[in-house]
């Protein structure tokens, strides 16, 4: 059975899309993870609320990525858009290449 992981972040601000919530990113994933026949390990969901893209500082992102480094990580990893992961381009670097390795 293939496995995988969220990752959904979300910092609130004005006009911000409704499918930016939550709710609506961890929809989103499901529904690409069930399409690929892919199920959601919920041990591997990781959620940052309020905290910018701008940072990598953020506690569950740190987290998901101590997981893909310790080798403990599902085949596949579902977000809504690379700007759940990195707002900034210079800070991203290889850490994109390394994640999605």
């Not at 080798?71 to 759940?84: T, V």
């Amino acid at each position: 059975m293939k496995t995988g992981a969220i990752y959904a972040r979300y910092s609130p601000g004005k006009g911000r899309e409704k499918s930016t919530t939550i709710e609506a990113q961890m929809a989103m994933c499901r529904q690409m993870a069930a399409q690929d026949q892919v199920w959601i390990d919920d041990s591997h969901i990781y959620i940052d609320r309020g905290i910018s893209g701008g940072n990598i500082d953020r506690p569950n992102f740190q987290r998901m990525l101590e997981n893909i480094k310790q080798g403990n990580f599902p085949g596949y990893l579902y977000i809504k858009d690379d700007k759940r992961l990195f707002r900034d381009e210079l800070e991203a670097g290889d850490k994109v290449e390394w994640i999605w390795s």
